[in-house]
């Protein structure tokens, strides 16, 4: 026969547990293996990304010469990627393949693919896009609390950082609900 005990941890314990993210918002314990991903492994995966109906030539559209976007085919989940003049990057998914921005879903819960393998994606294309507009900061944060987590991991990773720096871009830290990075 098994004993079970239940540890209900004091506010100190539970702080540290929120500061490490390691709980969801239903204090459900983060995969490991999507914290493993988050803090170590998460590199960028190459992908065909367009303004054409093959998501594929590699163009970005620029519309009032401030907002820039283009869009790729993650396989059965379209995304868009955005990028506006203040730096402000954003991505939205929708499972019918369309050429209009107001289409897509930028609503995490609603992401039809693997948020880990979909942001390896959009974060190859940000820096495509970064390349191409050459834009002097960028900045994100998340919608919601379990994005905004996410975000926090992200911008820890060597990997991500390295990549940025690459192209010119240093991480500058968090200004209000902002992860920032300005170019060198």
Do not use: C
């Amino acid at each position: 026969m098994s004993t079970f005990i239940k540890i209900t941890p004091d506010q100190q314990e539970w702080d540290m547990l929120s500061e490490e993210h390691m709980l969801t918002d239903n204090l459900k314990m983060l995969n490991f293996k999507g914290y493993l991903a988050l803090t170590e492994s998460l590199r960028m995966t190459k992908t065909k990304f367009g303004t054409n109906s093959s998501m594929s030539n590699g163009k970005i559209e620029t519309n009032f010469g401030t907002h820039h976007h283009t869009f790729f085919d993650a396989g059965n989940t379209y995304v868009f990627v955005g990028l506006v003049a203040g730096g402000e990057v954003g991505f939205g998914t929708s499972s019918e393949f369309s050429l209009d921005v107001t289409d897509y879903d930028m609503d995490p819960k609603n992401f039809r693919k693997s948020s880990i393998v979909l942001f390896s994606k959009v974060f190859y294309v940000i820096v495509e896009m970064l390349k191409q507009t050459k834009t002097k900061e960028v900045r994100f944060s998340g919608d919601n609390a379990n994005l905004e987590r996410m975000y926090d991991k992200v911008v820890k990773n060597k990997y991500f950082l390295d990549e940025l720096d690459k192209i010119g871009y240093k991480y500058r830290g968090k200004l209000g609900d902002d992860h920032y990075f300005q170019k060198k």
